[in-house]
């Protein structure tokens, strides 16, 4: 049988990064390298499995626990963020962490630091899987498949492990909002389920924003500078006037918590013509939708200044917070904090200050919290997994069967 700790190196050793500007379906055809990959190793243990023509697996365990027993999916995606390059992944483990600055040897002077992430001390003694500085971990959400399979494995060696019907699927385009768009939740058969794309360990979510994402055309005029006067309109600096109108304070730099944020992540563009793309984030629904009117207006008033079609803003719903969906359920989310506790682990509630393809699957009639993969400082060259927490995801997945069965 394969560790945990094995079948998630082997899992990042696969390139699976989705690109948000491809309009194909997974968004990039390397995540199917692994997406083929986990339904072999389903099938070779012995579950029904399939990969349908989006990149979804599916794969089902019956129960051997008698009738009437719900059936409880794990869900978890493989693609990696944008953000950062996923290739040639080289992680390294660091043993019995001794609490102090731990070196990434891919760069020189890159380390991360207690006095950075305080975080890193509460897992002093324990080992820690760390990027080598050159490129993200994948973590997010290797660590959750790796979890799930682990525990698949327990299941199909152990027969005398009493269990319900369980629903397994991995998905591809997570990171770009697109996970879950052609996810047939009647095909994959579950009454409920949980995605394993938490962060440190405890964490458990069934909150999360309301996110749309805002991009913004400037059109500008570009005539030469020496005879430029009253004629020549700068993108760039239109560009940078706008950004200016948004409220400083609700930038992701300055919010935690339920406060939402406007977050410019590109921009780009020339004297004749820019572009600016924010994500817009809130968990109050109302509040979501003044901040999009807003966007909205900032374009509005650029227009009235430069002139008519000088701003063009497409501002785009992504997804929407699933606490209204899982409020009436939530007997799932009881029992994950007593899976947690059966596991001697102290459950944190908390509101997800990002999104996961819970959310939609929710909205599609599949209730789905969210708990703990167990990784930190997730989409960059400073990821790190401590082993113990990845552990102990799986088996809090056993658990929460254990609890239905």
């Known amino acids: 049988m394969e560790n945990i700790i094995d079948r ?7 390139d699976t990064q989705s690109n ?14 692994l997406l083929k990959m986990l339904c072999k ?16 697996v599916m794969g089902k365990i019956p129960s051997n626990a008698g009738d009437g027993i719900p059936a409880i999916g794990f869900i978890a995606h493989v693609d990696t963020a944008p953000d950062a390059s996923g290739k040639d992944v080289k992680p390294q483990i660091v043993k019995d962490y001794d609490g102090g600055e731990i070196p990434l040897p891919g760069a020189p002077g890159l380390s991360l630091k207690p006095s950075e992430f305080p975080e890193l001390l509460n897992y002093k003694g324990q ?21 799930i399979m682990n525990a ?3 299941i199909m060696t152990h027969p005398e492990f009493k269990h319900g019907p369980i629903c397994i699927g991995f998905t591809p385009d997570e990171e770009i909002g697109r996970g879950v768009v052609k996810f047939d939740v009647g095909k994959f058969g579950a009454d409920f389920a949980y995605t394993m794309d938490g962060g440190e360990i405890g964490e458990l979510e069934f909150e999360n924003f309301n996110a749309a994402s805002a991009r913004i055309h400037i059109q500008g005029r570009n005539v030469h500078p020496g005879y430029a006067k009253d004629k020549m309109k700068n993108a760039i600096l239109i560009a940078m006037e706008l950004n200016s109108l948004l409220p400083v304070q609700q930038r992701p730099e300055f919010t935690s918590g339920y406060e939402g944020f406007n977050h410019i992540i590109a921009i780009k563009g020339s004297v004749e013509e820019a572009e600016i793309t924010y994500i817009i984030r809130d968990h109050d629904r109302c509040k979501f939708e003044q901040k999009k009117a807003f966007v909205q207006k900032c374009a509005d008033f650029i227009n009235e200044k430069y002139g008519e079609g000088t701003a063009t803003a497409a501002i785009k719903d992504q997804y929407y917070n699933m606490r209204e969906q899982i409020l009436p359920h939530m007997d799932i989310v009881e029992k994950a904090m007593k899976a947690m506790e059966l596991a001697g682990i102290k459950p944190k509630v908390q509101p997800i200050r990002g999104g996961t393809d819970g959310a939609n699957l929710s909205f599609k009639g599949l209730p789905c919290p969210n708990i703990f ?26 658990n929460i069967i254990s609890l239905f069965a």
């Open 8 to 14: 998630f190196l082997r899992y990042v050793s696969v």
């Open 20 to 33: 948000e500007e491809s309009e194909s379906q997974p968004s990039t055809a390397k995540q199917l390298d």
């Open 41 to 56: 190793e389903l099938q070779d243990m012995g579950v029904e499995a399939s990969l349908d023509e989006w990149g979804y």
């Open 127 to 147: 080992d820690i899987i760390t990027t080598d500085g050159t490129t993200l971990l994948g973590a997010d959400d290797k660590a959750g498949v790796a979890e």
């Open 152 to 154: 698949v494995q327990h």
């Open 373 to 398: 993969a167990g990784g930190l400082n997730f989409h960059g060259r400073l990821e790190y997994l401590p082993i113990r927490s990845m552990e102990k995801a799986s088996e809090v997945i056993l």
